[in-house]
Structures are given as structure tokens and as C-alpha cells.
């Protein structure tokens, strides 16, 4: 491996968030797929999660411009699964949806272990998810459409999350298990 | 037309921003441009330009959600076209662009009449465009993959403009010519 890879893997690694994460729920579009998880690599975040439709995630390689490499996906049979998962990590239950209870999107202290559920095109975040949430969050909305496009909703939220945690010095310092590191400067040095 | 739509369209209409615009320069993809169209009518952008490709541009219907129907695009031969068109209008040229003169995206204020410049998948925003704009601005990238898609993109971009907008008090007036807003409202309301 070039120095100058090592470095570039390194200064990644540093910038990792293990207590910020994603769970995609039946988001199945392969092209929205990839555009957030080119997002996610995009912000620290190093494992989203993922409920799965039958017929699988795909992640189209285009879209995703390789950052697929560098983000885990961890796939959860159902919403019950995921949710349990998560709250075994100590992470807030953040849903995305359109209701009463939902406050403004940067309202929410993304600082705190959070964990962001985005819906699938048709029938956004499951029932259930909204039922076992610490929080519901909305994107402001002043046309005349509904909602917005799952892949920019989550580059809305990830940014806001950014920003918060770039003014509380949550970069630049390794969180990620010491192993898990060597593995992934071996196996991405020696392609 | 019913009094819930009048309502709704006339809501819209007073939110509408007429000195924010996107500019796409050959951004060509239609599910990007889709959604781009979709987070501009959310965001009370009422009119965006567009430099055309040699095919012309679709807007995916799907994906735009409806918002072609809201969001009027003004097609250009050119860039030098589109940017002489903005300027005479007295907008802020903003081109996204990985330069060492670009800042961070949320340094710039977009309360100013402001035309935000956004490039292709594969070349990004063009040498034209950048020699004449007057600001050029990136979205910080911590991870390994060196750009965002470009929807992603223009939603965190468009969601900070809308944040400042909000904060200045700069929405719930109507600022679009009375002419436009009959003419919309007679044939949107009577499909
Ligand atoms: C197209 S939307 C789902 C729309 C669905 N018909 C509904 O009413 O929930 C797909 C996903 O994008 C995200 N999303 C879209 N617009 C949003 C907004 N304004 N605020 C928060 N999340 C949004 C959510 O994760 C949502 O589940
Ligand atoms: C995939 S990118 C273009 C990448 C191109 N290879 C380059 O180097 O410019 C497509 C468009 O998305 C927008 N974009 C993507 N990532 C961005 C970022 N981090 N900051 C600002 N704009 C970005 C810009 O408008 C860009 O032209």
C-alpha cells in the first residue's frame, strides 16, 4: 500500500462515527440505496442497518461510487430485530414521518448514539418503527409536493448531524475497535 | 376548484422564493434531475434553469412526484447564456466545486438573490461557469468517496438556504407577479 492510501484509510477511520448510524426500512430503490450510502461514508458514518424486502438490498455500484467498500450494511430480518439491535447499543430511535408528534429535523441533538429510520417510497417508516421511537423528525416541506426523495431527506438529516458534531469535536479521534481497523487497512491495501 | 385547493396553491404561492434558482449544468440523469425538481418545489424555488444537453432533459415523473408541475425550467443554450440571464437579475453566481477556493457550503448567505450552480455526474460544473461565478462552495466529505450524488447535493445546499430564509423571515409573502399567480391558479385548479 502507498503512503499516501495508508493515510487517506487512516484519516477515515479517525473521522468514523460508531454511535451514528442509519436503518434503512425496505428502502429497496438500488439508485436511492447507493446515494445514501455514498452520504453516509460521506458524513463518518461506518455501519448502517437494513430491513430487508424479499427479494434482498441491492446497492447499484454507479450511484454509490464505491462507498459501499467502506460502509458495513447489517441486515435485520424485521423492524422488531433492528429496532432491539439498536437499543441494546444505547441509541436514540429516530423515525422519520409526517405527523403531529414530529418536530423539525435539527431540533434533534444528533451528538446523543442516534440511530435515523427512513421509509420506502410508497408507505414511508413502518408502524411499527414509529411506535417503538424515542423521537419523530420531519423535513420542512413549503410546496405544493408531499415529501421529498429518501436519498435527500437522508443528505438533509446526515448534514445536520455533521454539522452538529463538527462543532462539538466529535472528529478526529479513532472509535472503532482496534481490530477492525488492521482488518480494513489489510483488506483495502491489497486490493 | 375546490376552497382546500385554492388554500393549498395560494399557500404555496405566498412561500415561493423568486430570487433563489438552481442552475444545472448538464446534469442530464432524470431521476436526478427528478428529485432536484421535487426538493426545489419543497423548498419554494418556482422556477429553476437548466444548460441542455444535446438530448434535452427529462424530468422522470415518478421520481419528480408531481413537482414538474410546480417548479417552471428555463432552458438554456449555454452557460455563458444562463449566467448572463442570472446576472441581469442580479443573483449571486454559486457553483459547487472541489477547489481550494471553495468554502463550505454553509458560508455562504442565501437570503441574497442567489443562483446555485450544480454539475454533472461525471465532469462536474464546467470551466465556464466556474471562471464567472462569484462564489464557489463544497459540502465537507469526511469518508473515502469524493462527492456526493448530485440531488444529495442540492438538498443539503437548498435546506441551509431554506434554514436562513426561515430565520430572516423571508417566507409567507407574496412576491411573484400577480399575472403568474392568476394564470396558475386558473389552470392548476380546473386539470
Ligand atoms: C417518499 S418518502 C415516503 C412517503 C410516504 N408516502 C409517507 O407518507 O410517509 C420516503 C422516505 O423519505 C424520507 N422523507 C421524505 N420526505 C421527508 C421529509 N420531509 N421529512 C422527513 N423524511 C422524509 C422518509 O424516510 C420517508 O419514509
Ligand atoms: C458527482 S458530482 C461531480 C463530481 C466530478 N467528478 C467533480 O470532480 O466535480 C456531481 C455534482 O454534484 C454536486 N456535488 C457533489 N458532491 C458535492 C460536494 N461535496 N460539494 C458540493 N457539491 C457537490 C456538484 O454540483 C457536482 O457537480
Not at 17 to 35: E, F, G, I, R, Y
Not at 87 to 92: A, I, P, S
Not at 100 to 118: G, H, M, N, T, W
Amino acid at each position: 500500500m502507498t503512503p499516501e492510501r495508508f493515510s487517506r484509510i487512516t484519516d477515515m477511520l479517525n473521522h468514523r462515527q460508531p454511535d451514528l448510524t442509519l436503518c434503512l426500512d425496505k428502502v429497496h430503490k438500488s439508485n436511492n440505496v447507493s446515494a445514501i450510502v455514498r452520504t453516509a461514508d460521506a458524513v463518518g458514518i461506518h455501519q448502517i442497518h437494513a430491513v430487508m424486502p424479499d427479494r434482498g438490498m441491492q446497492v447499484s455500484g454507479n450511484t454509490a461510487s464505491g462507498s459501499q467498500q467502506w460502509v458495513q450494511t447489517v441486515k435485520h430480518r424485521n423492524i422488531t430485530q433492528a429496532i432491539e439491535h439498536l437499543k441494546l447499543k444505547n441509541m436514540q430511535i429516530i423515525v422519520t414521518n409526517f405527523s403531529d408528534k414530529a418536530v423539525d429535523f435539527r431540533e434533534v441533538d444528533y451528538c446523543q448514539p442516534s440511530a435515523i429510520f427512513l421509509g420506502c417510497e410508497r408507505d414511508g417508516v413502518s408502524a411499527e418503527a414509529i411506535a417503538l421511537a424515542d423521537k419523530q423528525i420531519t423535513i420542512p416541506m413549503i410546496g405544493m409536493v408531499q415529501s421529498l426523495n429518501v436519498s435527500v431527506a437522508a443528505g438533509a438529516i446526515l448534514y445536520e448531524a455533521q454539522r452538529q458534531r463538527q462543532l462539538a469535536d466529535m472528529y478526529g479521534i479513532n472509535k472503532l475497535p482496534e481490530a477492525y481497523c488492521q482488518k480494513l487497512l489489510f483488506e483495502q491495501g491489497h486490493p
